[in-house]
């Protein structure tokens, strides 16, 4: 099964970009589509995004819509979320998950995330 | 987007069970996937589909769904299963974007 193992912590200061990577290894790194999602202290999970690293092809939570950029690198197998113009509040964990899904005929389909990275913390502060 | 709700917290006295529910819009085209986490921990996948646990999950875990509703119970619930626990769906735009719950804090008395 596919381990993914995140970049480190970071400090950043308010307005400047910070680049968060996610290498996969153990498995076929297109088989999934990677998800990245924050947790800011003492709060819930929140969505922020998603590559299908096979297609190029991401798309993001209305909430983060140009202010991050997913992209993927078949060749190191590696994932990468970029938030910018970053302020107080996006100190968070940051975690990379690989997600799967099923479509059955008849039925309602389904997504998982069943592997995730251990996240990487991004403090903003000045 | 659409939104999904859990209550905020619940207990559970030890040996008995419990259930968690997820309620949204998404969910009437969408099964839920289910997540435990614990404090300083990366979520972990245990329910998801219909009614299916990852490898390593304990059988005391089992999900269940009914219109615009998600469950997950555990029954017999035991002091390692004191976490938060979020619901996960695609959301109902069409735009395969992904909602999570507002999460579950389960306290095993």
């Known amino acids: 099964q596919v381990q993914l193992v995140q970049s480190g912590a970071e400090v950043k200061k308010p307005g400047s970009s910070v680049k968060v990577s996610c290498k996969a290894s153990?498995?076929?790194?297109?088989?999934?589509?990677i998800s990245w999602v924050r947790q800011a202290p003492g709060q819930g999970l929140e969505w922020m995004g998603r590559i299908i690293p096979i297609l190029g092809i991401a798309n993001y939570a209305q909430k983060f819509q140009g202010r991050v950029t997913i992209t993927a690198d078949k060749s190191t197998s590696t994932a990468y979320m970029e938030l910018s113009s970053l302020r107080s509040e996006d100190t968070a964990v940051y975690y990379c998950?690989?997600?799967?899904?099923?479509?059955?005929?008849?039925?309602?389909?389904?997504?998982?995330?069943?592997?995730w990275g251990k996240g990487t913390t991004v403090t903003v502060s000045s | 987007s659409s939104e999904l709700t859990q209550d905020p917290a619940v207990s559970v006295a030890l040996g008995q069970t419990v259930r968690i529910t997820c309620q949204g819009d998404s969910l009437r085209s969408y099964y839920a996937s289910w997540y435990q986490q614990k404090p300083g921990q990366a979520p972990v996948l245990v329910i998801y589909?219909?009614?299916n646990r990852p490898s390593g999950i304990p059988d005391r875990f089992s999900g269940s769904s009914s219109g615009n509703t998600a469950s997950l119970t555990i029954t017999g619930a035991q002091a390692e299963d004191e976490a938060d626990y979020y619901c996960n769906s695609r959301d109902s735009s069409g735009n395969h974007l992904e909602v999570f719950g507002t999460g579950t804090k389960v306290t095993v008395l």
């Open positions: 153990g498995g076929t790194f297109s088989s999934y589509t």
């Open positions: 998950a690989a997600q799967r899904g099923t479509i059955t005929f008849g039925d309602k389909p389904y997504y998982y995330m069943d592997v």
């Open positions: 589909g219909k009614n």
